[in-house]
């Protein structure tokens, strides 16, 4: 072989392995696009999943709060109306009377004793007992105004705990 045919094949040779190995690089580089991108769906799911659950757990964790809520709201709702029954009960066993203080200026002309029964003293100035008929309506009312309140109490503690 001559030296120019043999340089020759050196080059052929040569072409040879380059174009093989740029085909083996393209290749392994499809092969490992595959790869990543399979590991990148893999992570994305995985980052899904982490997510939700911390979401469940968010949930979760607010339904407890605002059960907690609930409940308290309920016993304080309970609580209210048996001390309202409680009241109403010692208005109609005339246990209990309710009374007003009368302005000096508007008992002037009223013929109300000015001192207190037996039972106990009074320090503030002329009282008139009230009706029994009139106090169980006036316990109505404030019992209706009890329970408006503990309602909106309710309401805005279901607002804290929404926004925490």
């Not at 899904?48 to 709702?77: C, F, G, M, P, W």
């Not at 246990?95 to 007003?100: A, C, E, F, G």
């Amino acid at each position: 072989m001559s030296p120019a045919s043999l340089k020759l094949a050196l080059v052929g040779v040569l072409a040879l392995v380059l174009v093989t190995a740029g085909g083996v690089w393209k290749v392994q580089d499809w092969r490992y696009g595959k790869q990543l991108a399979e590991q990148a769906g893999l992570h994305q799911a995985d980052l899904t999943a982490i997510s939700n659950a911390a979401a469940a757990q968010v949930r979760a964790d607010q339904d407890k709060r605002l059960s907690t809520s609930d409940q308290t709201h309920h016993e304080v709702l309970t609580n209210a109306q048996k001390d309202q029954a409680r009241l109403r009960d010692r208005l109609a066993t005339a246990d209990l009377r309710l009374s007003v203080l009368l302005d000096a200026s508007s008992a002037s002309g009223c013929a109300v004793p000015a001192t207190s029964g037996t039972g106990g003293m009074v320090h503030e100035g002329t009282r008139a007992r009230l009706d029994p008929a009139h106090a169980q309506r006036i316990i109505g009312i404030t019992d209706a105004g009890d329970q408006g309140l503990i309602a909106l109490a309710a309401c805005q503690a279901y607002v804290r705990e929404l926004q925490k």
